[in-house]
């Protein structure tokens, strides 16, 4: 890990609670399992969109407003702060609610792509974005998520990829460069390894 120079997080699960009930805006929005729900939503009538951009809003608004940050996460961020490591923030999520995310919590991250500035991952053009402007080769940028699509876009982008907050054996790993259950083992071995160079 010691070739990172930047961090892209994603947002909710990786770095605050998401308390977003899937199950429940799916069967508000009319939107069959298996079909993901921005896609969805991106394929409806322009009425019909205006609707299902409510009812996501609304859900987004709460969500964001009961988040917290997870465990390890805030030391962590607050940590690669101290030592000037360029950090963003890449999320699905609207610019609305990532914003109340970011500022309920403090999140000391400025740089935030969201859904209305980006393709959504596993598009790769954001992250290509996010390592232009540090001025960086991609794969000195890592991806770090908790999801399935943070992992592809980081493979498809050429970064190496870091999977947080894993259970089990998800049907994703592979595309997981890192793997670490809880950031407190994350910080140990990423800035282990920082010390040993610095
Ligand atoms: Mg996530």
Sequence with gaps: MKQIRALVFDLDGTLVTSTLDFALIR???????GIDVLTFVDGLSDAERVEAEAIIHRHEVEDAEQSVWLPG??????RCRDLEIPLAILTRNSDFSSRIKIAKNEIPIPYLITRENSKPKPDPSALHEIASRFSLPSEAVLMVGDYKYDLQAGRNARMPTCLVH???EPDYLHLADYKFQNFSQFHQVFFETRQLIN
Aim: one cysteine or more; glycine letters at 12%.
């Design 166 to 168: 894993y259970e089990g």
């Design 73 to 78: 996460a805030q030391a962590f961020v607050k």
């Design 27 to 33: 069967e508000e929005l009319g939107c069959p399992e």
